[in-house]
């Protein structure tokens, strides 16, 4: 397969299209975080209906991006990328419509079919079609690009979501779609491996599929409705069971979309366990300090979204950076230190309790996002370019979706087990707060109710003016507690990735796998 400089004409319009691509996806992850305020309120949703808003489209995401991946090996890379942008732009234009909670829910599905096929789309295009000694800094641009735009996420949903337009954070991905479609069609040649003719792994894809998102359901379920109930233990038993299914079948196919000999790469397994904890931390951290600062610390939903500029300064001018020493020097000290300066940032910032407001955050929360930041900046390119680096040509949409679907689901993860740990910690925390305090059983009861909410917990009606301040301070009290224990397991799993770091990642021998 013919691959082209990066500097090429052919070169620069792959990067422009997988990148603006690729932003569509990642914006939509970040803004969200900042405009659940404005969500909840305009669409009356409950703090469950926000994470089901989240995880609607990580869990078809987790489902269907492996699919996706071995789509593009091979169909043609370019194609399935387009059936995916056009899918993605629906949804979007769907979402930006929803006029209740589970609209949007709904339609975050059809968001999650189109990611699924366009976001391993992305790196499998640059990685087959740029040329191997240039792998690696095409890789960190990409990076360093879509994290730009996805950083600025924040801002740009804070802006809009202030002032009643959140809804243009999915409106936006049609006028970008469609210029992507535009010049894929027009500039992008087809990218298809010719060796690859064999037919499609029809009964590994259903079992992958239904595996992940019975699994997937299962884990978002059970803090509602408990380990004993069917919709927990049946979804997770099931999904358990169709996951041995499909490593029999990928054994025993003679076409397998996910070869299990990618495993027999050391590089490959240990890169995907750092991304499994490492995105786990960030997924959960990220979500935390948004509704923290925005309901809990006085924050605008601007300000919040403005307040992680250093850590989008960091990304553009580290990650390319990063990129380039890593096809130099290798991986490894960047899969390392990464990890653990971004464990040391959330660490930082699990310590910080109420505060005036944004005139604090110099002081408050700049240190940690400006550790973590770094952190993050040093990792992401080295991290994409080991696990593209450790495969063969053929198989890097398949590597892309193993990776993303791994990263994914450890938002999930984060979503429903961290989500549903942060209620608990909340409600026990709030019961020692409101021990003490003149209320009735059924007051409080009432008021503990609230904890499903998180920082968008409302002093119930009917309590005296008095009693309704020691009930707010309490939520705030409450709340600030759950965080940083929340924002500590955060910490916890980004050291864990740079111990996976330093006991799998070697120097990567290049096209390791065949």
């Known amino acids: 397969m013919a691959t082209v400089p990066l500097r090429s004409i052919q070169g620069k319009w792959v990067m422009a299209c997988t990148i603006m691509a690729s932003a569509m996806a990642f914006i939509d992850a970040t803004a969200l975080n900042v405009i659940l305020p404005s969500l909840q309120q305009h669409l009356k949703a409950s703090g469950p209906d926000l994470f089901w808003v989240l995880n ?3 869990l078809m995401l987790a489902s269907l991006i492996l699919i996706g991946g071995t789509l593009g090996d091979r169909l043609g890379r370019k194609k399935v990328f387009m059936i995916g942008i056009f899918i993605f732009i629906l949804g979007s234009t769907a979402c930006g419509f929803s006029s209740t909670a589970t609209m949007l829910i709904i339609f975050r599905v059809v968001q999650g079919i189109g990611g699924a096929l366009m976001i391993p789309g992305s790196l499998s295009l640059i990685s087959s079609a740029i040329d191997e000694k240039e792998r690696g800094k095409a890789i960190g641009t990409w990076s360093a690009a879509t994290t730009l735009v996805t950083m600025g996420g924040p801002a740009l949903g804070g802006a809009l979501a202030d002032a009643g337009l959140w809804r243009y954070i999915f409106f936006i991905n049609v006028p970008i779609g469609i ?3 535009f010049f894929l069609a027009a500039k992008v040649k087809e990218i298809k491996d010719e060796q690859n003719n064999q037919g499609l792994d029809i009964y590994g894809a259903i079992a992958i599929a239904l595996g992940l998102a019975l699994l997937t359901f299962g884990f978002l379920r059970l803090p509602a409705v408990g380990f004993s109930h069917i919709q927990g233990y049946g979804s997770i038993s099931a999904g358990i069971l169709l996951l041995f299914a499909f490593v029999l079948i990928e054994r025993k196919s003679s076409h397998p979309m996910m070869p299990l000999s990618l495993f027999s790469n050391i590089i490959f397994s240990g890169t995907n366990l750092l991304t499994f904890f490492l995105y786990a931390g960030l997924g959960a951290g990220m979500l935390f300090i948004s509704l923290n600062m925005v309901q809990v610390q006085g924050y605008t939903q601007l300000e919040s979204g403005l307040t992680f500029l250093p850590f989008t300064i960091f990304m553009v001018v580290n990650a390319r950076f990063a990129g380039s020493l890593a096809d130099k020097y290798g991986p490894r000290l960047f899969l390392i230190a990464g990890p653990f300066l971004a464990g040391v940032g959330l660490l930082l910032l699990s310590f910080i309790k109420q505060t005036n407001g ?3 955050y110099w002081t408050t929360f700049l240190p940690g996002i400006l550790v973590f930041g770094f952190g ?5 390119a080295p991290l994409t370019a080991a696990v593209m680096g450790s495969v063969s040509d053929h198989f890097t949409g398949t590597a892309s979706g193993i990776n993303n679907a791994v990263s994914r689901i450890a938002g999930v993860f984060a ?9 608990l910690l909340f409600s026990g925390a709030l019961q020692k707060e409101i021990k003490a305090l003149p209320f009735n059983p059924q007051q409080k009861e009432t008021i503990i109710a609230q904890t499903a909410n998180l920082g968008n917990a409302k002093v119930p009606a009917g309590l005296t003016a008095i009693q ?8 705030h009290s409450g709340f600030i507690n759950a965080y940083g224990k929340i924002m500590k397991i955060s910490a916890g799993l980004g050291f864990l990735a740079a111990l996976m770091a330093l006991i799998f990642i070697q120097t990567p021998k290049k096209r390791a796998i065949s």
């Open 358 to 360: 944004p005139s604090a």
């Open 56 to 58: 609607a489209y990580l």
């Open 415 to 423: 979503n429903a087990v961290l989500g549903s740990m942060a209620v």
């Open 179 to 181: 210029i992507v479609l």
């Open 376 to 380: 993050m900046s040093l990792t992401v």
């Open 468 to 475: 309704q301040k020691q009930v707010a301070a309490a939520y």
